[in-house]
C-alpha cells in the first residue's frame, strides 16, 4: 500500500478539545454581548455566486477570493471549452464555464445578499450578528490565515450616527470582558474623499485610500512611491503627507484635521461625525452619582482617532473602525464601518448600513499571549466517577446521572481498572474531582470524593454529593 502524506491545506488548521472550549470562550462572550445589544443570528451558505462577491472588496480584495470549480468539467463537450477558460481564470478573469461560484469573502457581502433578497420581510433597522468561517486565499503567516472566523454585526435601514456610537460600546464591552487592553480606532472616508479633492480630485480617492491602507506594512516610503505609481504629483503626495503627519489627543487632530481640511465639504462632513460619537462615553467609562461622565477627549480612553486608518473595502462610505490590541505584535482583531447603499449592488438601493466584525482567530492568538483565558475555561469533565466493578458500576452510573440533571459534567471510567490507572487519566485530562464508590461504599451508602488540585479527600452520604457540588 502506498504511503500517503497525512497533512491539511495550508493556512487552515486543526483544533482539537482544549483549543475549542477556549474558542468557545470568546465566541459566547461576543454572542452574549451582541444579544444584550438586540441583535438577532443569521447564517449564509459557505459558497456565494461568483458574481455575488466579485467587484466589492477593491482590486486587492478580488484577487483573494478562493474561486471554485464548476462540476462535469471532465465532459467531452466541455473540456475545449474548459480549456479556454482556464487561460482566462489564470489571467484573473471570469469564466462561467470553469468557475461560477466561490467561498465567502468576509459575512457583509453575502448579508447585504440577504436583505436584497429578504428586504420585504424584514423590519427595519434590522440588526443582525453572524458567527460563521470565512475564506482568503491570503499569504499565510502569524494571525492571517487562509480560513477563519468572523463574529459580525450589523444594523441596515437606518442613517442615525448613533448606531455607530453602540457598535463602538460593543467593542468596548466585549473587550472588557476579555480583558484584553485595546485601541479602538477611528476615522471617516469623507475625510479621505475630502483629502482627495484638496490633493487633486475626488477621481483619486480610491487611489489614496489603498495606498494609506497599507502604511503600517509598507511604510511611508513606499506608501509615496506607490502614490506616484498610481498617478498623484510631488503637489498632491505633499499633502497626503501632511495629512499623515496629524497626531497628538484626539481633540488636537480634530483640530488639525480642521485646519486642514475643514474648507472641504466631504472633509467637514466627517470630521463633524467623529466629533459627534466622541460626544458619547463608552460604556465602560462609568458615570459618576450625578450621572456624569469623564472627559471625553481623556487620554487613557480606548476609543482614538486615526486619520492612517484606510481600510481598503471599496463599500465603505462613513465612519470606519478598527481595533488593535496593545502589548501585542499582530495586525488588528476587529474592523468595519458605514456601507451606506451596499445593497444597491443587488437592484435594491436606499438601504444604509453600518457594522463591525471580530477577528476571533487573532483574538484567541492574543489571550493566549497574554495569558487572559480564566483557570478552567478548557476543562470539559468535573467530575471522573472510578470503575470498580459491575455492581459499583451501575450505582456510579445512577449518581453521575443525578448530577448531570443538575449540569455537572461527568464521566464513568469505561472499564475496571488499578487505582493508579484512573487516577493518572483523570491528571491527563485535567479532571479536578474524582468518586469512588466501591464495595464499603456500597454497604454505608456513602462515597469518598477527592479534590485532585488540592489533595483533600472527604467521604459523605451519597444522597448528599449534589449539595456538595452546589455549596
Known amino acids: ?19 475549542v472550549r477556549k474558542r ?112 482568503r486565499a491570503d499569504r499565510p503567516q502569524k494571525g492571517r490565515y487562509r480560513e477563519f472566523y468572523q463574529c459580525d454585526a450589523d444594523v441596515v435601514g437606518s442613517n442615525s450616527l448613533l448606531n455607530e456610537v453602540e457598535l463602538t460600546n460593543i467593542y468596548a464591552d466585549v473587550f472588557e470582558k476579555l480583558k484584553i487592553p485595546v485601541e479602538i480606532k477611528i476615522n471617516h472616508r469623507k475625510i479621505l474623499i475630502g483629502l482627495a479633492e484638496l490633493g487633486g480630485g475626488a477621481s483619486k480617492a480610491m487611489d489614496i485610500t489603498v495606498a494609506i491602507d497599507k502604511l503600517d506594512k509598507i511604510g511611508l516610503s513606499k506608501v509615496k512611491e506607490e502614490l506616484v505609481e498610481r498617478g498623484l504629483n510631488l ?3 505633499s499633502t497626503v503627507e501632511n495629512y499623515l503627519s496629524i497626531s497628538g489627543s484626539n481633540e488636537e487632530k480634530i483640530s488639525q484635521a480642521k485646519h486642514l481640511l475643514g474648507s472641504i465639504e466631504a472633509g467637514k462632513k466627517g470630521i463633524e461625525e467623529l ?13 459618576d452619582a450625578a450621572g456624569r461622565h469623564a472627559d471625553i477627549y481623556r487620554r487613557d480612553s480606548p476609543l482614538i482617532i486615526d486619520f492612517t486608518l484606510a481600510r481598503g473595502l471599496d463599500y465603505y462610505t462613513g465612519i470606519i473602525f478598527e481595533v488593535r490590541a496593545k502589548g501585542v ?61 459491575d455492581k459499583e458500576s451501575k450505582v456510579a452510573l445512577a449518581t453521575a446521572q443525578e448530577l448531570r440533571r443538575k449540569n455537572v459534567r461527568c464521566e464513568i471510567y469505561h472499564e475496571p481498572a488499578k487505582f493508579d490507572k484512573q487516577f493518572k487519566y483523570a491528571e491527563k485530562k485535567n479532571i479536578p474531582f474524582v468518586v469512588i464508590i466501591g464495595e464499603e461504599e456500597i454497604k454505608n451508602n456513602s462515597c469518598k470524593i477527592k479534590n485532585l488540585t488540592t489533595g483533600q479527600q472527604v467521604e459523605i452520604p451519597l444522597k448528599e454529593i449534589s449539595e456538595f457540588f452546589f455549596r
Do not use: C
Open 1 to 19: 500500500m502506498a504511503k500517503v502524506n497525512v497533512g491539511i491545506p495550508q493556512g487552515t488548521r486543526d483544533f482539537g478539545p482544549e483549543v
Open 24 to 135: 468557545n470562550y470568546i465566541f459566547d462572550t461576543i454572542r452574549n454581548v451582541f444579544e444584550l445589544y438586540g441583535f438577532q443570528p443569521l447564517e449564509t451558505p459557505a459558497m456565494e455566486n461568483l458574481e455575488t462577491l466579485m467587484g466589492k472588496y477593491g482590486e486587492e480584495g478580488d484577487k483573494l477570493i478562493f474561486k471554485i470549480l464548476n462540476n462535469g468539467l471532465d465532459s467531452p463537450a466541455k473540456q475545449e471549452q474548459a480549456r479556454e477558460d482556464f487561460e482566462k481564470v489564470l489571467k484573473g478573469k471570469n469564466a462561467v464555464g470553469v468557475t461560477e461560484r466561490a467561498l465567502k469573502y468576509d459575512l457583509t457581502i453575502p448579508f447585504a445578499r440577504y436583505v436584497a433578497m429578504n428586504h420585504g420581510q424584514l423590519t427595519f433597522p434590522f440588526k443582525r450578528y453572524q458567527i460563521q468561517p470565512v475564506w
Open 235 to 237: 503637489s498632491e503626495i
Open 275 to 287: 466629533e459627534g460619537i466622541l460626544q458619547y462615553p463608552l460604556a465602560t467609562q462609568h458615570a
Open 329 to 389: 505584535q499582530i495586525g488588528s482583531i476587529g474592523g468595519g464601518g458605514r456601507y451606506d447603499d451596499l445593497t444597491g449592488l443587488f437592484g435594491v438601493p436606499n438601504i444604509p448600513g453600518v457594522g463591525i466584525s471580530f477577528g476571533v482567530d487573532r483574538i484567541y492568538d492574543v489571550m493566549e499571549e497574554l495569558k487572559l483565558f480564566p483557570t478552567g475555561v478548557s476543562t470539559a469533565t468535573q467530575v471522573l466517577f472510578f470503575n470498580l466493578g
